[in-house]
């Protein structure tokens, strides 16, 4: 683990090479699972204020769910997540052409229709942040939906934490993510850096 402020952070985020290579992956982490993304109750507001811009991405059954149930739910573990249809698909995604699995939050940001990109825990993803009472664990999450990205950000020679760095610096601040940076090029230097 680094210490980076008031937080530790798993080493994966310097050792491992991750970098999204959605072409191959298809989104598959906006539709498998078996709960929602995690989201704040200040986001979960903004869902809801941001839900008319991107009601006509939605599909029909997303629509019908949220109609019924809200833009989110409390979970299983007591965690508030985003709403899914048929026990797996987040109801906020959609489409590209291709088949690609996407966010119509996040669409609907890079078209300039709404000036927020998604909940925090979807921009981090694969990362999990975790509060306990002293500190924050920044940790990551292996699931084999990703095998390409590892592939890809090898190919790339991207790591973790270069490949988050705008969702980390959002999270956590600039002075946060360079004390980040800076921690995860001494960690190569001293133990390797497997390329």
């Known amino acids: 683990m680094l210490q ?7 080493l994966d985020l ?6 999204c290579d959605i ?9 498998e699972g078996d709960a929602g993304a995690p989201i704040t109750d200040s986001e979960d507001e903004r869902l809801r ?5 991107i009601w006509d991405d939605m599909s029909p059954a997303a629509r019908r769910e949220v109609e019924a149930n809200g833009v989110s739910y409390i979970d299983s573990e007591g965690d508030r997540v985003t709403t899914i249809v048929n026990d797996r698909d987040c109801a ?10 996407i966010c119509a939050i996040d669409k609907a940001y890079r078209e300039g229709r709404v000036n927020w990109r998604k ?5 981090l993803y694969p990362v999990r942040i975790t509060r ?14 990703c095998r390409s990205a590892f592939t890809n950000g090898r190919r790339l020679g991207i790591r973790a934490y270069q490949f988050l760095k705008e969702p980390l610096t959002e999270r956590f601040g600039a002075e946060w993510y360079a004390e980040l940076e800076t ?13």
């Open 4 to 10: 980076i402020q008031d937080t530790l952070v798993s």
């Open 14 to 19: 310097a050792e491992q090479f991750f970098c």
């Open 23 to 31: 072409e191959q992956c298809k989104g598959e982490c906006c539709i």
């Open 49 to 53: 204020e941001v839900l008319p811009a």
């Open 92 to 101: 906020f995604s959609c489409y590209a052409p291709g088949g690609v699995c």
């Open 119 to 123: 909940p925090i825990s979807c921009y």
């Open 132 to 145: 306990y009472p002293s500190f924050t664990a920044v940790n990551f999450h292996h699931w084999k939906i």
């Open 183 to 195: 921690a995860c090029k001494a960690y190569l230097e001293q133990y390797g850096s497997d390329e």
